[in-house]
C-alpha cells in the first residue's frame, strides 16, 4: 500500500521533468537565485492546482509564458523553449512508454501501478539528461533564438503530433501494433519536416553570408581603389615637391626674401591641398580592425559619408578581433545606426559624424556622433528612427550589449556598448 497516489505522483514528476528540463534549456534569462526560488514554486503550486482542477494545466502553461515574458512583444525565443521542453517530455514518455506495451497512462494509474510509473518516470529523466547534453554540446540554443514565428510553428507542429500519438496510445492501449505503425509513419514524417526546415533555414543562411561576401568584395574594391588614387597622388606630390623644394633651394641662395616668402607660401598651400584630398588619414586606422565583415561595413560608410560631402573622422586606437555577439546581428544594428546619423547629416550645410571604437577593460564602445541643426523636430524625428533598430529584442537577446542615446545642443549621440568576457 502506498501513501502517494499515482495521480498525485504522476502530476508532480510531469511539472518537475518540465521545469527540469526547462530550467536547463531556457538560458541566459534567469538568475540562479531566481530559479531556485521560481520553479519549486512553480512545481508545488501547478501540482496542486492541477489535482483540484485537472484541466487547467493548458492555463499554467500559458501563465508560465506571459509570467516569464519581458516586454509586451511576442517572446519567439521564450515560446521555443516552451514547446520543445513540452515535445521531449511527451516524446521520453513515449519511447520509454512503448518498453512497457503502451500502457502509460496519467490520468487512469492504480495503486498496483505506482512502482511502474516510478521506473518510468525515472527513465525518462535519463533520456531528458541525455538531451539536455546532446542540446548543450551542438549549441542549438542559437537556432532556437530567432525572431520569427516559423521556427515556432514547425516546432509546435512536431509537439502537436507527438501529443497526439501519446493520446491515442493512452486511450487504445489494446491497439499497440496499429499505433506503432501509425506513430513510425507521423514520426519519418515529422523527421522529413524537421529536414526540410532545416535545409530552407541553412539555404537561406548560406546566400545571406553569400551577400555578406559580396558586399565585402565591393567595399574592399572601394578601399583598394582608394588607396591606389590616394598612391598616385602621392606620386605627384614627390615630383612636385621636389621643384619646389628646388625652387626654394634656389631663392634662398639668392637671399631674395620676396621670393622665398612666396616660395614657402606656395609649398604650404600645395601640402595643405594635397593632404586636406588624401582619404589614407582617415582609413589608416581600419588596419586595427580584423574582422572582415566589420571592416567591410566600415568601409562602405566612411566611403558613403564621403561621397554625401559630410565630414567623417572614424577611429579604433586599439586592434579589434572577435566581438561577444553574433556577427550579423550586431553588423546589421551598426549598418542601421551608421545610416541613421548619414540621413539626419546629410542635409545640413557642415554636416560632421564621428565613429569611434573604443576598449576600456571589459566594456568594448562603439560610439556614433551625428551633428544636428539645432532643430527640435529633427531631434525627435531621429529618436523615432531607433525603434527601427529593434533595440528591445536585440537588448533581450544579449544580455551584454547596452544601447544608449543623447544630445546635446550641437551633437546626437548613440553608443553600443558590448561586455566581454572574463578572461
Not at 114 to 139: D, E, G, T, W
Not at 174 to 200: E, G, K, R
Not at 350 to 374: H, K, R, T, V
Request: proline content about 2%.
Amino acid at each position: 500500500m502506498t501513501f502517494i497516489s499515482p495521480r498525485l505522483f504522476a502530476i508532480f514528476a510531469n511539472w518537475f521533468l518540465f521545469f527540469f528540463l526547462f530550467g536547463n534549456l531556457y538560458q541566459n534569462r534567469l538568475s540562479n537565485k531566481k530559479k531556485l526560488i521560481i520553479y519549486p514554486s512553480f512545481i508545488l503550486s501547478f501540482t496542486i492546482i492541477e489535482i483540484l482542477l485537472p484541466i487547467s494545466k493548458i492555463f499554467l502553461d500559458v501563465f508560465t509564458y506571459f509570467y516569464l515574458r519581458k516586454s509586451k512583444d511576442i517572446d519567439y525565443y521564450l515560446l521555443n523553449i516552451l514547446i520543445v521542453t513540452a515535445a521531449v517530455k511527451v516524446i521520453a514518455i513515449f519511447l520509454f512508454g512503448t518498453v512497457f506495451a503502451v500502457i502509460v497512462t496519467v490520468d487512469k494509474l492504480n495503486a498496483q501501478s505506482f512502482l511502474q510509473l516510478s521506473v518510468i518516470y525515472l527513465a525518462i529523466i535519463v533520456i531528458s539528461v541525455i538531451f539536455i547534453l546532446i542540446y548543450n554540446f551542438f549549441k542549438l540554443n542559437k537556432h532556437l533564438d530567432t525572431k520569427t514565428p516559423l521556427t515556432t510553428i514547425v516546432l509546435g507542429y512536431v509537439y502537436l503530433i507527438f501529443y497526439i500519438i501519446l493520446t491515442l496510445v493512452q486511450s487504445f492501449a489494446t491497439y499497440p501494433i496499429f499505433i506503432l505503425i501509425t506513430l513510425l509513419f507521423i514520426v519519418i514524417q515529422s523527421i522529413f519536416v524537421i529536414i526540410v526546415f532545416l535545409y530552407q533555414r541553412v539555404r537561406n543562411r548560406k546566400a545571406y553570408q553569400d551577400k555578406f561576401a559580396e558586399e565585402q568584395v565591393k567595399n574592399l574594391k572601394i578601399y583598394t581603389d582608394q588607396l591606389e588614387s590616394d598612391q598616385l597622388k602621392l606620386r605627384h606630390f614627390k615630383h612636385d615637391y621636389k621643384n619646389l623644394l628646388f625652387s626654394l633651394k634656389t631663392v634662398v641662395d639668392e637671399q631674395d626674401y620676396d621670393a622665398m616668402n612666396l616660395a614657402l607660401k606656395k609649398l604650404e598651400n600645395y601640402s595643405d591641398d594635397y593632404l586636406s584630398n588624401l582619404s589614407m588619414e582617415l582609413f589608416q586606422d581600419l588596419k586595427n580592425v580584423h574582422n572582415s565583415y566589420l571592416k567591410s561595413l566600415l568601409i562602405s560608410k566612411i566611403n558613403t559619408i564621403n561621397q554625401k560631402n559630410i565630414v567623417c573622422h572614424f577611429t579604433c586606437n586599439q586592434e579589434l578581433n572577435d566581438l561577444p555577439i553574433n556577427i550579423f546581428d550586431f553588423i546589421n544594428l551598426l549598418d542601421n545606426a551608421i545610416d541613421n546619423a548619414i540621413f539626419f547629416t546629410q542635409k545640413q550645410d557642415n554636416g560632421e559624424i564621428y565613429l569611434s571604437i573604443n576598449q576600456e577593460g571589459q566594456q568594448l564602445a562603439f560610439l556614433i556622433y551625428n551633428s544636428i541643426d539645432n532643430q527640435p523636430d529633427t531631434v525627435r524625428e531621429e529618436k523615432k528612427h531607433l525603434n527601427k533598430l529593434h533595440i528591445k529584442a536585440l537588448r533581450k537577446k544579449y544580455s551584454n550589449l547596452f544601447i544608449q542615446s543623447s544630445q546635446s545642443q550641437k551633437w546626437f549621440r548613440f553608443n553600443i556598448i558590448l561586455i566581454t568576457k572574463e578572461d
